[in-house]
């Protein structure tokens, strides 16, 4: 079974940047979806950025232009640099991986960024 962890967030003034991790524990980037979400209290879970096996990158349009995810594969870790963080970006992050049919899977425990105004 493959681990996730995510690391890196943090609290940062509206405006910075922040630079997250997902480090799993055996090569997997490269044969399936990586994907970044994020939940805020009371608010719905939110896919904010994937990149897939092949590099294909996709986001919501609330961080498009602003954040990036990008692959390791060698190292088997993915990123997501965070810029022009806005407070509207204060969530707690997750990285996961998609599988066929099944979906989202291998939750990681979540690092949270808090972004003050």
């Known amino acids: 079974q493959v681990q996730l962890v995510e690391s890196g967030g943090g609290l940062v003034q509206a405006g910075g940047s922040l630079r997250l991790s997902c480090a799993a524990s055996r090569s997997i980037f490269d044969i399936s979806t990586a994907g970044w979400h994020r939940q805020a209290p009371g608010k719905e879970r939110e896919l904010v950025a994937s990149?897939?096996?092949?590099?294909?990158?996709s986001y919501a349009d609330s961080v498009k232009g602003r954040f990036t995810i990008s692959r390791d594969n060698a190292n088997y870790t993915v990123y997501l640099q965070m810029n022009s963080l806005k407070p509207e970006d204060t969530a707690t992050y997750y990285c996961a991986v998609r599988r066929p049919v099944i979906g989202w899977v291998n939750w990681g425990q979540g690092t949270q960024v808090t972004v003050s105004s």
């Open positions: 990149v897939s096996s092949g590099g294909r990158t």
